[in-house]
């Protein structure tokens, strides 16, 4: 394992650094941050200026005077710059379940493609290739950090494969290494396999930080095995603490009540609750008050019907992520989209309910963007990242400002968050260093990428489609009955139109 982790330095080093230099010129807007107020605010008509990783400085006009003879000039004329798209909820290996699952629930997923059930279908190649495939689809769509939710920790070798990938990818990667209650992999052999990890990491590496993920707080809150998690994270001091929380009839109250019963909630490392689905005003209090977030997953949320019961009224300690991008979108801008209308519905319903009229729109596209950015990075106790401000790490975006669906905004923030798409997002930076250029990923030999997981997909989605779905009657394992949601009806006279999956 050492060896082969040692054997990535280099590659990790190449894209770390990047050029020595970048000046991004004359952009006709930048999203920029201001500490003081700890809002957005806009540049128009400027520059941004890359030196090695950070951002070095934020110039009016071309700013051509500012730059040393070996800095590269990337003019921007009518383009928007925008900072990197922070996803604090990921598991990034599971791309070949791309569309097998677009009709699932949460209940089928766990007994179908969830971490403890899926495990045998992939080889360690699978998790590498799958993980590799995800990552570059997070950066083609601009997002520039991940807090990936590994539970493809089902051996040495599957684990290692996933944080192979990671190396590889070139991006900013919070790594959770999740330590589960899996067949055939013990907690005592995933606690050695970690170790071994931690003391063969890449030393210079500056994108990818280990990180632990653990669900079993509730299950087994006073057990060895959770207390051992629990010193195992503060001997590392592990970039982040992240942790599935639901409640209500899913169970798996792995809660920020919990968490500071065990003493672990109010320490120096960053507790992301993903979900937090049924989360309870005591939560809510000592979020705030240890100020620790919840990773809300709109698109998810709605899909698999975990819902979000009072996620409206802790905005303040919310940060945004994707889930499962195998089953819906990949990119943040829509969940962000997704987050801010759901919450407008959410509060114009409790007006309207009463037969009042609101008279202003009560959440603003200014605070989705900051939660799909500078949110994200508080939850991870990053304030370097999310922002475009003097000193933080250069993670940025160039955006078409005269693509199809753009053209005629006014509003840089409005245009990136409610009009763009992938589609339009030109250049790439993660720490300085170009990962998309020119609308196209700079991923040498990408064709031989797809192929490989193309390879990987077909053999992963042939044995799902061989595999009798779960019959799912009586009681789910928290102990609550399985009642069906009224099917949507879309046709007229007989059926609903439900339809088949095409798979």
Known sequence: MRSQLSTLALLCHAAATGATSVLLSNASSIITFDAKTEALAVLRHGSVLVD?????????????????NDTEVVDCTGKIISPGFIDTHRHGWQTAFKTIGSNTSLAEYFLRYGEYVAGQFFTPEDVYVGQLAGLYEALN????????????????????????????????????????NVTNFTMSEQTANFRDIMASFPSNNTLVTP??????????????DTQNIMALAREYNVSAMTTHYLGGPWDNANSPELFQTLGFLNGSIPCVFSHASFATAMDAKLLRETNQYIANTPESEMHYGHTHEHSYDMQDQMALGVDTFFTYSTDM???ARLWLQ???????????????????????????????????????RRPDLGIIAEGAKADLLVYDGRSPGMLGWVD??????LHANAG???????GGTFKKRHGKLTVPDYGAVQDRFLASALKIQKAFRDTPYPAMQGDFSSGFPYVS???????????????????
């Open 52 to 68: 090695g990783d950070q951002i070095a400085g934020l110039y009016e006009g071309a700013a051509l005077n500012h730059v040393r």
């Open 141 to 180: 769509a601009g997002t520039t950090t991940n807090l990936d939710h590994a539970h493809h920790t089902w051996s040495n070798k599957t684990s290692e494969a996933g944080l192979k990938a990671t190396l590889d990818s070139g991006a900013r990667v919070v790594w959770g290494y999740t330590f589960h």
């Open 211 to 224: 990180a632990m993920a653990y669900d079993h707080w509730a299950s087994n809150p006073y057990g060895k």
């Open 333 to 335: 801008p829509t969940q």
């Open 342 to 380: 759901s919450a407008r519905y959410q509060s114009y319903n409790q007006i309207m309910s009463q037969w009042e009229i609101p008279p202003y729109n009560p959440m603003s596209v200014n605070q989705a963007f900051l939660m799909a950015t500078r949110k994200g990075a508080l939850a991870l």
């Open 412 to 417: 840089p923030v409005a245009a990136v968050l």
């Open 424 to 430: 339009d997002l030109e250049h790439v930076l993660v």
């Open 485 to 503: 949601a009224r099917e949507a009806d879309v046709k007229r006279e007989d059926g609903t139109g439900y339809g088949e999956l095409f798979v």
